[in-house]
């Protein structure tokens, strides 16, 4: 495990121990799998593939950790109003933008330097600073033909 990783796991389990939580097998894994595995996946997906990794992990107790992870910070509940909730690492992810395909679902990541300066300007012109924004952008593919 390299540092940064240790350093991120044992502030998992000290928030496992404030929450009177036990550090058990299942609930490491749960960690791993939602911090290092593929983003913006909904419960059920990351359910199936603890799954395929042979860990017996109940829906319970995997709801219950990502409760766990979002109250301190680790991981974000994504909404991109389909009714579905998907969750991604924010560990060695800085902030950043989705784009969602409104055909394919795919949902894309994107940062803009320019974007962001525009929105603090305009906050401020209302005598206001941004603490937190979520953008979202509805794509469709550009049809060529
Ligand atoms: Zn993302």
């Known amino acids: 495990m390299i540092k940064k ?3 991120y796991m044992e502030q998992f389990l000290s ?7 036990k550090a058990t097998t299942q609930r490491v894994a749960i960690f791993e799998e939602v911090i290092y595995g593929e983003k913006h996946r909904e419960c059920e997906q990351i359910c199936d593939s603890l799954k395929s990794s042979k860990v017996n992990i109940s829906r319970a107790t995997v709801y219950r950790t990502l409760d766990t992870l979002i109250k301190y910070e680790f991981i974000r509940k994504m909404d991109i109003g389909d009714g579905r909730i998907r969750y991604e690492s924010k560990i060695g992810h800085p902030h950043h933008d989705h784009m969602i395909c409104v055909e394919t679902g795919k949902i894309i990541e994107f940062t803009s330097d320019e974007i962001e300066n525009i929105q603090d300007d305009i906050a401020k012109e209302h005598g206001y600073k941004i603490i937190k924004h979520i953008h979202q952008l509805f794509v469709k593919p550009i049809n060529n033909d």
């Open 5 to 7: 990783q240790k350093k």
């Open 15 to 21: 928030a496992l121990k404030e929450e009177n939580l």
